[in-house]
C-alpha cells in the first residue's frame, strides 16, 4: 500500500543550481537569484510549458519526453543568464581569428558556436554513453567465446553497468574542479530550501540548513532511473550487429526519458518500499552533485525561492519585487537592440 503525500507544499516548487545562483520555478515563474560584487541580483520571469498550450503534450510518457526538453532549454538559458549578472561577457573576441568570425558573421557567431557546442555535446554523449558500452560489451562477448551475445539480458546488463560506471567516474571527476564544486555547494543550497519550504518551516539559512540536501526529484535521481530504464528496455533489443543495436537505443531514448519522468513524478508524491529502492542509488550519487553549503548560499537559495511563489510569503517587499521585474525588463530590452547601440 503506498502512502500518498498530501501536503499542499510537496512539488510546487524546483529548481536547479548555476554560476553563483539559484534559479526556482514554480508553475509559470522563474526566479533566478545570483550573488554578486553588489549583493544578491534577483531576476523573475515567465516559462510557459507546452503543455499548457496543447493537451497532447500532457498525455503521460510524452509528457515527459516535453517536460525534460524544456528544462534542458531553461538550464542553458538560466546558466548563460547566471554568467551575465555576475558581468562575464564572453561577448568580444580577443584573437585575430575571433575578430575576423565577428566581422564576417556578426551577431549570428553566437547562434554558430551555440549550434556548434550542441553538436559536440550530442556527439561526446552518444559517444560515451552509446558507443563505447556498446562496444566494450561486444568486446566482452569476444572474449567468453559468445555466451554474453547469446543472452539478451546479460548483454543489456553489461552494457547498462558499464554505462553507469562512465557516468559515476565523469561526474565524479568533474566534481574535482573548483568551480563545479561551488555550483555543487549550490545545488545541495536549493535542496535544502526547498525541503525547508516543504517541511513548513520558516525560511531562514539557518533552518535550512538543518534540513537534508538529498531529494528524490532531483535531475541526479532522473538520471540514474533513465540509466536503470535503458538496461530494462535494451533487454528486448536482441540485434547482434553494433550499429543496429545503437541506433536502436537512440529510438528508445524518448521512451526512456518518459517512463523516467513518470517515475520521479510517482516518487515525489509516494514513500513506500518500492519507491525506496528505486530512488537510493540517485540519492546516492546526490552525495557528489551535492555539497553542503554556507548560509551565504543558503540565503541565496531562499531568496529565489520566495521570489518563485510570492503568494505564500509576504514577506518580500514590493520595492524588491519592482527592482527585480525592472532588471528583467532592462535586459530583455537590451537584448533586441542593435548591436551599434548597446553600450
Not at 498525455?59 to 555576475?86: D, N, W
Not at 535503458?230 to 545503437?246: C, E, G, Q
Not at 508524491?269 to 552533485?289: D, K, Y
Request: aromatic share 8%.
Amino acid at each position: 500500500m503506498s502512502k500518498k503525500t498530501t501536503d499542499p507544499r510537496m512539488g510546487i516548487v524546483g529548481g536547479q543550481a548555476v554560476l553563483e545562483g539559484v534559479m526556482m520555478k514554480s508553475g509559470d515563474r522563474c526566479s533566478l537569484a545570483v550573488r554578486t560584487d553588489d549583493g544578491i541580483k534577483v531576476e523573475n520571469s515567465a516559462s510557459v510549458s507546452i503543455r499548457k498550450k496543447n493537451k497532447f503534450f500532457n498525455i503521460p510518457v510524452i509528457r515527459g519526453v516535453a517536460t525534460f526538453v524544456e528544462q534542458l532549454m531553461l538550464s542553458m538559458k538560466m546558466l548563460t543568464r547566471s554568467a551575465e549578472m555576475q558581468g562575464i561577457d564572453d561577448s568580444e573576441p580577443t584573437t585575430k581569428f575571433g575578430k575576423w568570425l565577428n566581422r564576417k558573421f556578426g551577431d549570428k557567431i553566437m547562434a554558430i558556436a551555440s549550434g556548434i557546442g550542441t553538436v559536440i555535446g550530442l556527439a561526446l554523449a552518444i559517444g560515451l554513453f552509446l558507443l563505447l558500452p556498446t562496444f566494450a560489451a561486444k568486446g566482452l562477448d569476444a572474449l567468453s567465446g559468445g555466451f554474453i551475445g547469446g543472452h539478451p539480458v546479460l548483454r543489456s546488463l553489461i552494457e547498462g553497468l558499464i554505462r553507469i560506471i562512465i557516468f559515476v567516474a565523469y561526474v565524479w571527476l568533474v566534481s574535482l574542479l573548483p568551480d563545479i564544486k561551488r555550483t555543487y555547494e549550490y545545488h545541495g543550497a536549493e535542496h535544502k530550501s526547498v525541503a525547508c519550504f516543504e517541511k513548513g518551516l520558516e525560511l531562514t539559512p539557518e533552518n535550512a540548513k538543518t534540513c537534508t540536501r538529498f531529494h528524490p526529484r532531483c535531475g541526479t535521481s532522473f538520471v540514474f532511473v533513465m540509466l536503470i530504464l535503458s538496461i530494462i528496455i535494451n533487454s528486448f533489443l536482441i540485434w547482434d550487429n553494433t550499429w543496429i543495436r545503437v541506433a536502436s537505443k537512440l529510438i528508445t531514448v524518448p521512451v526512456v526519458v518518459g517512463i523516467g519522468y513518470e517515475f520521479i513524478r510517482y516518487a515525489g508524491s509516494h514513500c513506500n518500499l518500492f519507491t525506496r529502492i528505486a530512488s537510493a542509488p540517485g540519492l546516492w550519487m546526490q552525495r557528489i552533485t551535492t555539497r553542503e553549503p554556507d548560509e551565504g548560499q543558503l540565503e541565496v537559495a531562499l531568496t529565489a525561492l520566495r521570489h518563485a511563489i510570492p503568494e505564500e510569503f509576504g514577506g518580500i517587499r514590493e520595492e524588491d519585487e519592482s527592482k527585480a521585474e525592472k532588471s528583467a525588463d532592462e535586459t530583455e530590452a537590451s537584448e533586441t537592440e542593435p548591436a551599434g547601440k548597446q553600450q
